[in-house]
C-alpha cells in the first residue's frame, strides 16, 4: 500500500471511530482510560528503552538539550502521564450536557447540547508525552484522535501506541479511536493535512516553523500556538523580593518550555533596587541577560539587547530585560512583542492589577505568580493538548471541553412555520 493510501486508510478508520466515539457512556470511556494508565506502567521497561533509542540519536544529531529534556521518558515523565490519565478520567464528562435552554414563544423549547469536534489530528514533535495526553484527552471527549509524531521519538511513540491499543482493545473501543501514523517521512504530513473529508481539526505542537509550515499546507482547520514570548513586569510598587522568586522560576525552572519567561519588564521607580537582587539569583541559575541601554547601565555585565530580542523565544536560560516609564509602557511593549500566551505582573496595587489583567491580551494573565502557571494541569484541566493562541475556537489550554463544541436541539409538539 502506497503512502498516501496508508493515510487516507487511517483517517477513514479514524472517522468511522468517530461515530462510535461520540455515543459511548463515561463509564466505558473512564475504564479505558484507567486501563492504558495500567498497562503504561505494566509496559514501563519496553517504553523506556525505546525512548533510550531516541534520546541516543538525538544526541548524536546534535539536538539542544531543551529538546532532548523534552524528548527524555524519565520515571516522573511516565508517571505524569499515567496520573494524567486517571485525573482526566474523573473529570466530568462534558458530552451529552445541555445549556441555555429556553422556550420560544411558539412554544419549543430549545437548547445547546456538547458534543464531540470528530475526528482531530495532532502533529507535535520531541514530546512523546503528547501521544498519551492527546489520546487521553480525546477519548474522554469522545473523539477519535490521529498521532503524527516527530521523528526524534519514532520509537518512544510506537511503543507508546502500542500500550494504547492494548488498553483500548481491552475495553471495546473501537481501535481506530486511537492512531499513531507509523512512519517517520515528512509526505505523510502533507498528506495528512489534505483529508478534509474525515479529519475535522488540526492541533500542531512544536517549533514556530512547524506550525507555519502546517497553516499553510493544511485544507483543514487549524489551533494555532507559534511561540511563547511571555513577559514578567515588575510595577511600581511591588513585593520586589517576591518579584525575584517569581522571576526565577518563571525563567529558570524549566526554560525550555512555552511558557517559560522570556522578557522581564522593570518599572523605571523600582528598576534601581530591584535589578541588582534579581540579577544574582538569575546568575547563580546560570541566566545571561540582554538588557535595554537603562539595564546595562544598571547592570554593566549585561549583553546589550537588540531589536531581534524582544520578540525572541530564547527556551534557553537567556532573559531579555528592558526598564520601562510605567504600567502603559510596559503593556505597549507586550502588544508590540508577545505572543498572546503568558503574561505577568507583579504589584501590590490591586487597581492596577484589575487594569492589567483587563488590558492585555493573553490565553493567560496572572497577578503575582510565575508564568509557568499556563498548563492544562495547573489550571484544573488536568493533561492538556496545548495552548492555543489563537481564540477560535479556544483560547489557552484545551482540556476536554474544548474538544467539544456545542449544536442546538429543540422538542416541539407539531409547530409548523407560517
Same mark, same amino acid.
Given at each position: ?25 463515561? +463509564? ?8 492504558? !494508565? ?22 548524536? *544529531? ?45 412554544? /419549543? ?5 456538547? @458534543?464531540?469536534?470528530?475526528? /482531530?489530528?495532532?502533529?507535535? +514533535? ?27 521519538? &519514532?520509537?518512544? *511513540? ?5 500500550? @494504547? ?15 499513531? @501514523? ?47 514570548? #511571555?513577559? !514578567? ?12 522568586? /517569581? ?10 518550555? #512555552? ?14 533596587? =530591584? ?7 538569575? !546568575? ?7 538588557? #535595554?541601554?537603562?539595564? #546595562? +547601565? /544598571? ?34 511593549? &507586550? ?37 509557568? =502557571? ?41 409547530? &409548523?412555520?407560517?
Amino acid at each position: 500500500m502506497s503512502l498516501e493510501n496508508q493515510i487516507i486508510e487511517i483517517a477513514k478508520q479514524a472517522r468511522a471511530a468517530a461515530r462510535i466515539m461520540a455515543a459511548l457512556p463515561a +463509564e466505558q470511556k473512564n475504564r479505558a482510560l484507567f486501563t492504558i !494508565a495500567r498497562q503504561l506502567e505494566k509496559d514501563k521497561e519496553e517504553i523506556q528503552a525505546e525512548n533510550e533509542k531516541d534520546v541516543a540519536a538525538a544526541r548524536e *544529531n546534535g539536538l539542544s538539550d531543551a529538546m532532548i529534556d523534552r524528548l527524555t521518558i524519565t520515571d516522573k515523565v511516565l508517571d505524569g502521564m499515567v496520573n494524567g490519565l486517571k485525573y482526566v478520567a474523573g473529570l466530568e464528562d462534558p458530552v451529552g450536557t445541555l445549556s441555555d435552554s429556553s422556550i420560544r414563544p411558539n412554544g /419549543i423549547e430549545m437548547a445547546r447540547m456538547r @458534543i464531540p469536534l470528530g475526528v /482531530i489530528g495532532i502533529i507535535y +514533535e520531541s514530546r512523546p508525552n503528547v501521544t498519551v495526553d492527546a489520546a487521553g484527552l480525546c477519548l474522554k471527549a469522545g473523539n477519535a484522535v490521529i498521532l503524527r509524531g516527530g521523528s526524534e521519538a &519514532i520509537y518512544s *511513540n510506537q511503543a507508546l501506541a502500542r500500550s @494504547i491499543e492494548q488498553g483500548i482493545a481491552t475495553e471495546g473501543l473501537p481501535a481506530g479511536a486511537v492512531q499513531v @501514523i507509523p512512519t517517520s517521512d515528512r509526505a505523510a504530513v502533507d498528506m495528512m493535512l489534505k483529508q478534509e473529508e474525515y479529519i475535522d481539526l488540526i492541533i500542531p505542537r512544536g517549533g514556530e516553523g512547524l506550525i507555519r509550515h502546517v497553516v499553510a499546507a493544511s485544507s483543514i482547520p487549524v489551533l494555532k500556538h507559534y511561540k511563547g514570548v #511571555c513577559h !514578567a513586569y515588575v510595577d511600581d510598587p511591588a513585593d520586589l523580593d517576591m518579584g525575584v522568586s /517569581i522571576v526565577l522560576n518563571a525563567k529558570a525552572q524549566r526554560p525550555g518550555v #512555552c511558557n517559560a519567561l522570556e522578557t522581564l519588564l522593570v518599572h523605571e521607580g523600582v528598576a534601581q533596587q =530591584f535589578l541588582p537582587m534579581a540579577h544574582t539569583a538569575l !546568575a547563580d541559575a546560570g541566566v545571561t541577560l540582554k538588557g #535595554c541601554p537603562k539595564t #546595562c +547601565e /544598571i547592570l554593566p555585565d549585561a549583553v546589550p539587547a537588540t531589536e531581534a530580542d524582544w520578540p525572541m523565544e530564547y527556551l534557553n536560560l537567556t532573559l531579555a530585560v528592558k526598564v520601562v516609564k510605567d504600567m502603559d509602557d510596559a503593556m505597549a511593549h &507586550i502588544a508590540a512583542y508577545g505572543s498572546n500566551h503568558t503574561e505577568a505582573i507583579i504589584t501590590t496595587d490591586l487597581n492596577r492589577s484589575r487594569r492589567f489583567i483587563r488590558e492585555v491580551d493573553a490565553s493567560l494573565v496572572i497577578v503575582n505568580a510565575s508564568t509557568r =502557571f499556563n498548563d492544562g494541569g495547573e489550571l484544573g484541566l488536568g493533561a492538556e493538548m496545548g495552548i492555543s493562541t489563537s481564540k477560535l475556537h479556544a483560547y489557552g489550554p484545551m482540556g476536554i471541553k474544548e474538544l467539544t463544541t456545542t449544536k442546538f436541539v429543540a422538542w416541539g409538539n407539531g409547530q &409548523i412555520r407560517s
